[in-house]
Structure formats: structure tokens, C-alpha cells
T-cell receptor
């Protein structure tokens, strides 16, 4: 059973606008969450993460929000750029220091110039 | 350059013919793992290794073997491949628990395997 879910397989956004990618999880024991970005023919690369003790983490144009009560997190990209077009994976891990990641199914973001 | 390498990048084989996909990392990471990516299913962990000679099953280990005789290498072995193992495979490595983002895994470029 999928413990991390990304219900939107794809998203299209105009350049300069905000992109919001969503992720839901079912395991309340998850305490660290990560977003990965994947370009075609490449492996996923780490983008941003958030600990369960926080509700927001910001890194430049990327912000991740965590709502523990709703078991929901989102990635905001603003402003969106054509180079952001990629597949974004949400991932979660149980236990600080653990390395076993549970990934969502991914959302393909297309930023239209 | 810090990286995870996989070979081959592309492989077409036939059912039952044993194959090995190699994975190597140059970051001195203790932790290594294998994932497969399938449409609609995302990335699923096959096997992982916490250190040399320490391996354990992930979510989808059936039909796969691994070994970790050296810290830098973590080969994935398919003893008798079947068509349902046609997939995109990724190797990853990370440092163990400690300063965040300790869960950040560095991925290889992927191996696309087709089993006929």
C-alpha cells in the first residue's frame, strides 16, 4: 500500500507564476520529508527537506510546507522557471537518521515559457 | 567529482539469463540502496545496505540479490530475470544518521532494463 501519495500526475504552470505540488502520507511515524527533482535520463536529485518539528522550510525559490495534522505537505516554487520542468518526487522517512525512503509516484511539472 | 555510477545504462536481455548491474560511489558513504521506478508506482526500494557485509530487504526484493563486499560497490543481481523486472533501476548512496539532511540520497543516472 502506498504510504506516500502524489495525486496529481502532472501540472502545467506559466513561467513566473507559482507552482504548487502536493503530497499526502498515511504513516504518522514519518518524521522527515524530502523533495527530489528528476530530469529525463538522470537520477533524482535532492531539492529540499523538512523535519516534522517544523511547518515550513524555505530555500530560495523553493518552500516546503508541512501540515502534520492533515498528513500533507506541499512544495511551492515561485517564480516558476522553464528549467523547473521535471518530475518531482515527495519522499518520507521514519526515524531520524534512518535512510529508508518511501517515495510518492511523482508529479510532472511543465513550466510554459 | 562526487558521484554514483551505474553500468550498464541500458540492457536488453531474455528471460532466465543471469545479469548484474553494477553500482559504485566515490563519496565514502556507508549506506547504499537500489530502487526501481515503474509508471504509476514511483520509486520502490529493492534492497539496501547499511555498511559492508550488511544488507537487508526493501519493499520489493523478490527476484533480486545484492552483495556489499566493498564500501564503494553495491551490485544488483538478477539470477533469473523475468519480464516483470523490466524497469528503470536506480542505485543511491548516503551518509548515515547525523547532521541533516542525512537522509539525502545521491542517485546514479539509472539503468533501463528490458527483459524479453
Amino acid at each position: 500500500d502506498q504510504q506516500v501519495k502524489q495525486n496529481s500526475p502532472s501540472l502545467s504552470v506559466q513561467e513566473g507564476r507559482i507552482s504548487i505540488l502536493n503530497c499526502d502520507y498515511t504513516n504518522s511515524m514519518f518524521d522527515y520529508f524530502l523533495w527530489y527533482k528528476k530530469y529525463p535520463a538522470e537520477g533524482p536529485t535532492f531539492l529540499i527537506s523538512i523535519s516534522s518539528i517544523k511547518d515550513k522550510n524555505e530555500d530560495g525559490r523553493f518552500t516546503v510546507f508541512l501540515n502534520k495534522s492533515a498528513k500533507h505537505l506541499s512544495l511551492h516554487i515561485v517564480p516558476s522557471q522553464p528549467g523547473d520542468s521535471a518530475v518531482y518526487f515527495c519522499a518520507a522517512v521514519e526515524g531520524t537518521g534512518a535512510n529508508n525512503l518511501f517515495f510518492g509516484t511523482g508529479t510532472r511539472l511543465t513550466v510554459i515559457p | 567529482e562526487a558521484q554514483v555510477t551505474q553500468n550498464p545504462r541500458y540492457l536488453i536481455t531474455v528471460t532466465g539469463k543471469k545479469l548484474t548491474v553494477t553500482c559504485s560511489q566515490n563519496m565514502n558513504h556507508e549506506y547504499m540502496s537500489w530502487y526501481r521506478q515503474d509508471p504509476g508506482l514511483g520509486l520502490r526500494q529493492i534492497y539496501y545496505s547499511m555498511n559492508v557485509e550488511v544488507t537487508d530487504k526493501g519493499d520489493v526484493p523478490e527476484g533480486y540479490k545484492v552483495s556489499r563486499k566493498e564500501k564503494r560497490n553495491f551490485p544488483l543481481i538478477l539470477e533469473s530475470p523475468s519480464p516483470n523486472q523490466t524497469s528503470l533501476y536506480f542505485c543511491a548512496s548516503s551518509r548515515p544518521g547525523g547532521r541533516p539532511p542525512y537522509n539525502e540520497q545521491f542517485f546514479g543516472p539509472g539503468t533501463r532494463l528490458t527483459v524479453l
